[in-house]
């Protein structure tokens, strides 16, 4: 069964960047749409970013547009989250999903079926 991985979380200045990835296991992503999401503290998880199976442009939330750039290599299995500009109210732990998600639906947390156990990202003011 395939597993998902994050990490490149951590501790950062406001204004600073981290890279997350997310490296699947025990089986290929290819099929699956990909996508990240985040859960701060006493808030509900949210959306951040994803990319259908099919590749293509990916989407993203309104706060990771323009600071955020989602990119999947198939070959390697791999998901990278590149966030920069980051700002306190990025903190939180983020997590990546997999799912066999379409246009309408890869926003959605429900379409989404495996999940990673998070990485921490705190941005420090």
């Known amino acids: 069964q395939v597993q998902l991985e994050e990490s490149g979380g951590g501790l950062v200045q406001d204004g600073g960047s981290l890279r997350l990835s997310c490296a699947a296991s025990?089986?290929?992503?290819?099929?699956?749409?990909m996508g990240w999401f985040r859960q701060a503290p006493g808030k509900e998880r949210e959306f951040v970013a994803a990319?259908?199976?099919?590749?293509?442009?990916?989407a993203y939330s309104g706060s990771a547009k323009g600071r955020f750039t989602f990119s999947r290599d198939n070959a390697k299995n791999t998901g990278l989250l590149q966030m920069n500009s980051l700002k306190p109210e990025d903190t939180a732990v983020y997590y990546c999903?997999?799912?066999?998600?379409?246009?309408?639906?890869?926003?959605?947390?429900?379409?989404?079926?495996?999940w990673g156990k998070g990485t921490q990202v705190t941005v420090s003011s």
């Open positions: 999903a997999l799912g066999r998600v379409i246009s309408s639906s890869m926003t959605s947390q429900s379409a989404y079926t495996l």
């Open positions: 025990g089986g290929s992503a290819r099929g699956y749409g």
């Open positions: 990319i259908k199976a099919s590749g293509g442009y990916p």
